[in-house]
Structures are given as C-alpha cells and as structure tokens.
C-alpha cells in the first residue's frame, strides 16, 4: 500500500516506541517522516534506522525555546506537513504528597504546552486535507495511584482534541487522537525505577489487561496511520482507544 505518496509528517518524540513505529510504518507506505528527539545520539540513531526518508530534528518539546523554533527546523526538509503527530512525552509518577512543583511543572510543560505549541507552530504548514493527531492516554479514564498528574496533564491533551478540531473545521484539518494503554514502550525511563522496578511493574500490569499482554508500538502506529489516511475521512474529534479493553473491562 502507498497511502502516503509524496506526503509528509512530523512525529514528535518520535526516536523509539510508538513514535518510531509510527515513522517506519508512514515510510513504507510511500511518506517521509520528520522525527523530533531530546537527544541528538536518539535522533541520530532513529534517523539511520528510518533511512533516506525520514529527517531528524533535536527539540525538546517540554522547551519553549525549542517550540518556537520547531517551524523553522521544519522548514529545512520540507515546505509542507500532511499528518501531524503530537507524540512526544512521558510518565513521573508519585503520591500526592510526594510531588513537587518542579515534577508538576515538567509534566505539563511537555505534554500540555508541548502539545499545544506544537501544533500552533506548525499549523502555518498545513493545508486542507491534513491532519492533526494527538496521544492521550487510558489514564484520562481510569482512576490510578500516583498518576494525579500525569493523569491532568494528559486530560488538556484530550480537551484539545475538541477545542482544535472545532476551530480547525473550517481549514479542513482533521484532528483526532488515540489512547494507547499499557504498550511496550519506555513510558518508565525516566521515573527513577531501577530496572528491576520497572521489570516487577510490569509483571504487576500484565494480569490486569484483558489480553494478558501489552500492546506493541506497532498497533498504536496503525491506529494514527488510518486516522491520518482517506479511510478516516469523516472522522473528526474523535479519540480511539488502543488498549485492549482495560478501560471499560474490569
């Protein structure tokens, strides 16, 4: 299939799990893919995985600086943006009485205004027939420990799901997103865990899922690829959920 012939998007936090899936997937089906990573060594890495097609950019999307600056660093691979990821981001989790206002603000300073600006920055490059994609989260609809604000943060990404699709209608700009549950990816890098932590958390989820297992980048990156093709074209400010059940099945 060549869904995306000469189309291009931009992918967020895309140099590993479901923002690289995304990427290689968007490429083999005709498209080139412009990534964005915190790290030049997983942009580098992601970009020669990728090959030819696919365009590495550093910006941290949790950076105003970098935001601002994130169209410009655009306009040197491409003039236009077909699909639109707002990917980047990731889990700090800690009881109520453990958060400080540093872990507060790290949280929506990327996943909120992140995923804001991101989009207002490259919204000049979008024509009609685009699309705009956002990454929530399960954890909008399901009551966690420890995920008090990660659990906020993501519901503003969610609200913008309504609020840009309504004054997006009338470019002719769809915007939709998904909410991937317990996928493989590394969500938990950056929570502090040791490996083995992480390892027994896992093991912890698994018996919770209805599938038993957890979901690969792969299958999030097929859901925003058919939100992003003419398959999906009546569907606009929706939200699907890639999560096997979990959270309408307990």
Do not use: C, W
Not at 35 to 63: H, P, Q, W, Y
């Amino acid at each position: 299939m060549q869904r995306f012939k000469n189309k291009t998007i931009l992918i967020t936090g895309g140099t590993n799990g479901m923002g690289l899936a995304t990427a290689e997937q968007f490429i083999r089906e005709g498209g080139r893919a412009v990534i964005t990573g915190r790290s030049e060594e997983t942009v580098r890495k992601a970009s020669e995985k990728l090959g030819e097609k696919a365009f590495g950019i550093v910006s941290d999307a949790g950076s105003l600086t970098d935001l601002m600056n994130l169209r410009n660093e655009v306009l040197r691979y491409t003039e236009s943006i077909d699909v639109l990821f707002a990917n980047a981001g990731y889990g700090r989790f800690a009881p109520i009485e453990n958060v400080g206002m540093e872990q507060f603000d790290e949280l929506f300073n990327m996943l909120v205004k992140g995923s804001f600006f991101t989009v207002q920055q490259i919204l000049p490059m979008m024509k009609k027939g685009s699309s705009v994609i956002f990454n929530t989260s399960i954890a909008t609809e399901m009551a966690m420990p420890n995920f008090s604000v990660y659990s906020a943060a993501k519901s503003a990404v969610q609200s913008f799901i309504k609020t840009f699709a309504v004054e997006l209608t009338e470019r002719g700009i769809r915007v939709n997103g998904i909410s991937p549950g317990h996928i493989k990816t590394n969500i938990f890098n950056n929570t502090g865990l040791t490996e083995e932590q992480i390892d027994q958390a896992v093991i912890d989820i698994i018996p919770t899922i209805p599938f038993k297992r957890q979901g690969e980048p792969a299958e999030i990156a097929g859901t925003v690829l058919f939100l992003a093709s003419d398959d999906a074209s009546y569907i606009h400010g929706a939200e699907i959920k890639v999560d096997a059940g979990i959270s309408v099945i307990r």
